[in-house]
């Protein structure tokens, strides 16, 4: 019965009951919309910065990552990638050698970072390989490279030409070769645009003098944001040999922004939280001033102060509900738009790097259900503490002053 009445009494003046649905949509809808651009934002970062050269974990021997010691590699033991990928919640493995040395063309020689890699294998953990804008990828030549946009203007080549590498041997010798540019690409990273080479696997271990040797294993997970955990969970795994450390150890910068990120959003779900809390209280407020004689009416007529207070939650509960529904239905398809569409700003802004990673020129959503439906869910919350106010005056209400319109 109580619903029914609380039903009833929302419709009653249905323009103030729209006016109020209407902010209350607006404020959950802006709010999930918020929420997915942030992610998205966030979620653009750290793929560029993870996706594009790290990984999300990596495997390593200990000692190895703070110094990058030629010497700290490792042959992986048999079935140790196997392993890794029977893992639920790993993407892909990708074995990797490094090497600093320097590349040369003519008279132009620039010091560079050379990563060997296996292509296959390099294409299930970063997506360096698919940001080529110029070439194409490697071949079976075997001494094919791949070079970022700034370092091919500096060394002014092109695909096809080819380019002197000298590097330091693990046996103490100087280790060189020719390289044959198969294709440049384009990160917006200036560090990997400008620094990095990409060689095949096979060819850095002989220029290095280090055959079957590699210093890491890249591996891409499903979730990036839980890679901390999963690391976790994999240490045991291995001995205290190596080392697995997660995105977060290695960009710290992203980690704080991303902890930055979820403190003012918290900021932004508490001023929507604190306007649709006064949107509501004012709605009820005035409404239980100008039904004084009415609950003087239903309180003579034998109805309880805590029935009279529960009617009026119900009718705030019901106002929320239907509100909160239709915000995230049209909030959800707002996220969608965007997430599948976006805006496009490369026209005016150009890309930001910062902390290993890069800040794309758009705008993106990430849909988020869990999250997103909790934070529109919470305005439920909001509508009782706020309408207890008015429903507590409700059944204050003394029947005698109630009915003379005191």
């Given at each position: 019965m109580l619903?029914?009445?609380?039903?009833?009494?929302?419709?009653?003046?249905?323009?103030?009951?729209?006016l109020t649905?209407?902010?209350?949509?607006?404020?959950?809808?802006?709010?999930?919309?918020a929420l997915?651009?942030?992610?998205?934002?966030?979620?653009?970062?750290?793929?560029s910065a993870?996706?594009?050269?790290?990984g999300?974990?990596v495997?390593?021997?200990?000692?190895?990552?703070?110094?990058?010691d030629?010497?700290?590699?490792?042959?992986?033991?048999?079935?140790m990638?196997?392993?890794?990928?029977?893992h639920?919640?790993?993407?892909?493995?990708?074995p990797?050698?490094?090497?600093?040395?320097?590349?040369?063309?003519?008279?132009?020689?620039?010091p560079?970072?050379?990563?060997?890699?296996?292509?296959?294998?390099?294409?299930?953990?970063?997506t360096?390989?698919?940001?080529?804008?110029?070439?194409a990828?490697?071949?079976s030549?075997?001494?094919?490279?791949?070079?970022g946009?700034?370092?091919?203007?500096k060394?002014?080549?092109?695909?096809?030409?080819?380019?002197?590498?000298?590097?330091?041997g693990?046996?103490?010798?100087?280790g060189?070769?020719?390289?044959?540019?198969?294709?440049?690409f384009?990160?917006?990273?200036?560090?990997n645009?400008?620094?990095?080479?990409?060689?095949?696997?096979?060819?850095?271990?002989?220029?290095?003098?280090?055959?079957s040797?590699?210093?890491?294993l890249?591996?891409?997970?499903?979730?990036?944001?839980?890679?901390?955990?999963?690391?976790?969970?994999?240490?045991d795994d291995?001995?205290?040999?190596?080392?697995?450390?997660?995105?977060?150890?290695?960009?710290?910068?992203?980690r704080?922004?991303?902890?930055?990120?979820?403190?003012?959003?918290?900021?932004?779900?508490?001023i929507?939280?604190?306007?649709?809390?006064?949107c509501?209280f004012n709605?009820?407020?005035m409404?239980?001033?100008e039904?004084?004689?009415?609950f003087?009416?239903?309180?003579?007529?034998?109805?309880r102060?805590?029935?009279?207070r529960?009617m009026?939650?119900?009718?705030?509960?019901l106002?929320?509900?239907?509100?909160?529904?239709?915000?995230?239905?049209?909030?959800?398809?707002?996220?969608w738009?965007?997430?599948?569409?976006g805006?496009?700003?490369?026209?005016?802004?150009?890309?930001?790097?910062?902390?290993?990673g890069?800040?794309?020129?758009?705008?993106?959503?990430?849909?988020?259900p869990?999250?997103?439906?909790?934070?529109?869910?919470?305005?439920?919350?909001v509508?009782?503490?706020?309408?207890?106010v008015?429903?507590?005056?409700a059944?204050?209400?003394v029947?005698?002053?109630?009915?003379r319109?005191?």
């Amino acid at each position: 019965m109580l619903l029914q009445l609380a039903y009833r009494n929302i419709l009653r003046n249905k323009r103030r009951s729209l006016l109020t649905v209407s902010a209350m949509v607006f404020s959950s809808s802006m709010l999930l919309l918020a929420l997915g651009v942030s992610a998205g934002k966030m979620g653009d970062m750290l793929a560029s910065a993870t996706e594009q050269y790290h990984g999300h974990l990596v495997l390593s021997r200990t000692g190895y990552q703070p110094q990058r010691d030629m010497y700290a590699h490792f042959a992986p033991e048999d079935g140790m990638i196997r392993r890794i990928l029977e893992h639920p919640g790993v993407r892909g493995v990708s074995p990797r050698l490094r090497a600093f040395g320097l590349l040369s063309q003519d008279t132009s020689t620039i010091p560079v970072e050379a990563l060997g890699i296996r292509p296959e294998a390099e294409a299930t953990v970063t997506t360096l390989q698919q940001c080529i804008v110029r070439g194409a990828g490697f071949d079976s030549s075997g001494n094919g490279c791949l070079l970022g946009t700034g370092m091919a203007r500096k060394l002014n080549v092109a695909p096809g030409d080819a380019i002197a590498f000298v590097t330091r041997g693990a046996d103490g010798s100087i280790g060189n070769d020719l390289l044959t540019v198969k294709g440049i690409f384009e990160t917006g990273n200036t560090r990997n645009d400008n620094q990095l080479v990409l060689t095949e696997l096979p060819w850095l271990q002989q220029v290095t003098a280090l055959d079957s040797q590699i210093h890491e294993l890249a591996i891409a997970v499903r979730a990036p944001m839980q890679a901390a955990g999963l690391a976790r969970q994999m240490r045991d795994d291995f001995g205290n040999d190596y080392t697995l450390q997660d995105w977060s150890v290695f960009l710290p910068e992203i980690r704080d922004a991303i902890i930055i990120s979820h403190v003012s959003n918290s900021i932004i779900m508490a001023i929507f939280y604190m306007a649709t809390a006064l949107c509501i209280f004012n709605t009820f407020y005035m409404s239980v001033m100008e039904r004084t004689r009415e609950f003087g009416v239903l309180l003579a007529l034998g109805m309880r102060p805590g029935q009279l207070r529960a009617m009026v939650l119900c009718e705030t509960l019901l106002l929320g509900g239907t509100a909160v529904l239709a915000g995230m239905a049209l909030g959800f398809c707002m996220n969608w738009y965007m997430q599948d569409i976006g805006v496009d700003l490369s026209g005016h802004v150009s890309p930001i790097s910062y902390g290993g990673g890069t800040i794309l020129p758009r705008v993106r959503a990430v849909i988020e259900p869990v999250r997103q439906t909790g934070a529109a869910l919470m305005l439920l919350l909001v509508c009782p503490v706020a309408g207890f106010v008015p429903a507590n005056m409700a059944a204050r209400c003394v029947p005698i002053k109630a009915l003379r319109g005191e």
